[in-house]
């Protein structure tokens, strides 16, 4: 795997680079890159560079995780990358919040595939590509299809939730479920679940006094400890460190 210039055809990560490349500059809102084993970026399109706050590509390739964002979050990033070399598998549909160009916050998938040299048994970088959610809004006519589903998920967020009981109420299999989410959502029934808990004790942590561990029980974590966990997995920030920041999620761009 080359290095590559600004020319999103330049290199040889691909057999068919230069297509490729062309496709993932074509994402305005989705974020790719290409890492060597020593999580070096040997290619990133301009929705990358925008997220580094960086003005060319020049600026970002050869260059690591540790270069651009906060040491929690590159930790982070560095332990998917681990995750994928170690099991040769996909991490597939990763829910992450990460601060869009203009600077607003939003939800995204992020997928990592592992990428062989020559010997297809032999792995010599990733490819990751992190899907923007914000097409997949509440004002999409789809919704309507689960309507009562999300607003059970809203009106019963301190209670366990199974997708079973969502699939009741929305008069289908847990597979037909899942299936409507990710066509009008983009996320599954459970992600949904901990995206609507995360947002509310976000805006909890920022506009009351509520203590955190009350927090966690209104939002429908199992304890304290679980909150901070999932909250901080999302967030970059566990939720002291959010509600001591005034709301500004621990994420670089």
Known sequence: ??????????????????????????????????????????????????RTGKKSKRDVIGTTARDHFRAELAERYEEQDREVYATGAPMHDQLEIIKRPNGQLGWYLTTKLP?????????????????????????????????????HVKANMAQQIRVGELAAIADCSEAQLERRFRKVLGITATQHILRVRVEAAARLLTETDTPIATIATMCGFYDQPDFTRRFARLTNSTPAQFRAAGGTFGVSA
């Open 115 to 151: 990428v062989s040299g020559d010997n297809p048994r032999e792995l010599v970088g990733l490819v990751s590509v992190s899907r923007d959610l914000h097409a997949h809004s509440d004002e999409h006519v789809e919704l309507e299809r689960l309507q009562d589903v999300v607003d």
């Open 1 to 50: 795997m080359n290095a590559a210039s600004d020319n999103p055809a330049d290199g040889g990560l691909f057999p068919c680079q230069r297509e490729l490349l062309g496709l993932m500059e074509s994402l305005v809102n989705d974020i790719f890159c290409a890492k060597d084993l020593d999580g070096r970026y040997l290619e990133a399109n301009s929705a990358f560079v925008r």
